[in-house]
């Protein structure tokens, strides 16, 4: 299920009209859905405009907690990155996040911004769902 109502961290990015969405500070882009239990995979589409000495560095996040770290080399929207993390959840609400770590600003020139942009968040699941319970199938 590709999360929709994708949403910025308040001041850390930007929601283009028709393009991903950008974060220029710290903070994360974020989607919240209701899962069944099962294992699931977390897969990002991201890219990122690359200033200073370092690639763009984000985390995915499901509830609060760290699932996969990862640095960001592609540059276009058109050569995104993926990027995925496989869980295993109980079911219920959850939040799934792409966090971006180290924003940076070039120093000589404020207009340079290292930024990591986020084409889509998918959940993949439930996959290996736990058996009905015998109330369940009676």
């Known amino acids: 299920e590709r999360l929709g109502g994708l949403r910025a961290s308040f001041g850390a990015g930007e929601m283009p009209k028709g393009q991903p969405i950008l974060l220029h500070s710290k903070g994360e882009v974020f989607g919240v859905t209701t899962v069944e239990p099962g294992d699931y995979w977390v897969i990002a589409e991201v890219f990122a405009t690359s200033v200073g000495d370092e690639p763009a ?17 592609a540059t276009t929207s058109a050569n995104a990155a993926t990027v995925q993390g496989k869980l295993r959840l109980n ?32 959940l993949d699941g439930p996959h290996n769902p736990p058996p009905p319970k015998v109330s369940d199938v009676q």
């Open 57 to 73: 560095k984000g985390v995915i996040r499901v509830n609060g907690s760290d699932l996969k770290n990862f640095e960001v080399k």
């Open 91 to 122: 079911g219920g609400q959850t939040r799934v996040a792409v966090t971006f770590v180290n924003p940076f600003t070039d120093p000589k020139d404020k207009t340079k911004r290292r930024q990591l942009h986020v084409k889509s968040i998918t």
